[in-house]
Every structure is written in structure tokens, then in C-alpha cells.
């Protein structure tokens, strides 16, 4: 006897769909994407940075403003940068904001302190952050 049922009697055999191969590219392909994806976002966090900013302390001066002392170290010294510090009243909400110039320099670390003025009396101060993309106002002129 033959192991093959009779067409006659049942029809041919159904072809066999090959669905294994294409979910197999399919999600070879999500696998890829996903991994480009990853990648790039840890590129974009965990690059070394050309500029960067540490707060060293803030002390309130009276009621409406706060010294904030910072660090501020760049890979190219000789290039301009700006940073951003504010200050925060009890509730976290912000009451003063500044944008500090960073002059070129010789050395790679600058120590900067700069007063920020409040609309509420300030209950901390900190660095927001820095950058190199100097806006022109704040260029020295």
C-alpha cells in the first residue's frame, strides 16, 4: 500500500506554507532595528562630553538672592560656553534663573561664582546645565 492517500479520493496535498521563513526575517528585522535603536540612545547618554558642569555649593545672600558656585571643565578651554543656573523655592518650584558666560581660558577647569536673583525667597540653588553653543547676547563684547 501506498502512504499517500489517492488525489482522486482527496484531493492533492495542500502545499506546506513556508510561514517559518518570512516570521524568521520578520523578526530578524525587529531584532535589528531594536538594536540600532538601543545603541544610539546609549551613544547619546553615555558619550563623553565635551563640556561639563558640577554645582560646588549655593549660599542665600538675603532674600531674594543666592551665590551658586561651579566647576566647569571643556575638552577645548579656548572655546566660549554658557551655563544655566537657578535657584528653587521650599515647594521645588524655580524663582531665578541665569545664564552664566564662560570666557575662554588656558585652563580646562574654571571655577565660577555667580548671584542669581529670586521672585520668592530661595530655599536652594543649582546648576541646570552648560554648554558650548554660546547664544550671541552673551558673547563678550
Known amino acids: 500500500m501506498s502512504s499517500t492517500p489517492p488525489t482522486d479520493r482527496y484531493g492533492s496535498a495542500p502545499r506546506t506554507l513556508r510561514s517559518g521563513t518570512w516570521v524568521k526575517w520578520v523578526l530578524t ?5 531594536a538594536g540600532i ?12 562630553n565635551e563640556i561639563e558642569g558640577k554645582q560646588i555649593y549655593f549660599d542665600i545672600i538675603d ?4 551665590d551658586i558656585e561651579f566647576t566647569v571643565t571643556r575638552d577645548d578651554p579656548s572655546q566660549p560656553a554658557v551655563c544655566i543656573i537657578r535657584t528653587r523655592s521650599k ?3 524655580e524663582t531665578g534663573r541665569r545664564e552664566v558666560y564662560i570666557a575662554p581660558s588656558t585652563d580646562s577647569t574654571v571655577k565660577v561664582t555667580a548671584p542669581v536673583q529670586a ?5 536652594m540653588g543649582d546648576l541646570y546645565g552648560c554648554s558650548l553653543d554660546v547664544p550671541g547676547y552673551l558673547h563678550a563684547g
Open 29 to 33: 528585522g525587529l531584532v535589528v532595528v
Open 37 to 48: 535603536g538601543i545603541a544610539f540612545i546609549g551613544y547619546n547618554k553615555f558619550a563623553v
Open 63 to 66: 532674600n531674594r538672592t543666592m
Open 91 to 93: 515647594d521645588g518650584s
Open 119 to 123: 521672585s520668592q525667597p530661595p530655599a
